[in-house]
């Protein structure tokens, strides 16, 4: 694995991970009050369509990290919808 690859799939992690303390967040709380849905159905769209880009480019960790962060988007958007 080059360098170059290795700085994708570090960032792949990074942005991914990032999801994690919010989505732990509303997960224990089942609060989602201060929680944007519109910012996150924008995010999910956006994830979702960066994930078809990385599969049409071939690129593991854009499709990796994107596919990850769509779940985690979607799961906040369903709690948002379910505790909003």
Not at 29 to 56: N, Q
Not at 58 to 77: D, H, R, Y
Request: net charge positive.
């Amino acid at each position: 694995m080059d360098s170059i690859a290795l700085i994708g799939y570090a960032a792949a992690v990074c942005t991914t991970v990032s999801h994690i303390p919010q989505l732990m967040r509303v997960w224990r709380t089942r609060s989602t009050e201060d929680i944007s849905l519109r910012m996150f159905l924008i995010l999910a769209v956006g994830l979702a369509l960066w994930t078809v880009f990385g599969v049409l480019k071939g690129e593991m960790p854009i499709i990796l990290a994107n596919a990850v962060s769509f779940a985690f988007a979607s799961t906040i958007v369903a709690f948002k919808l379910r505790y909003g």
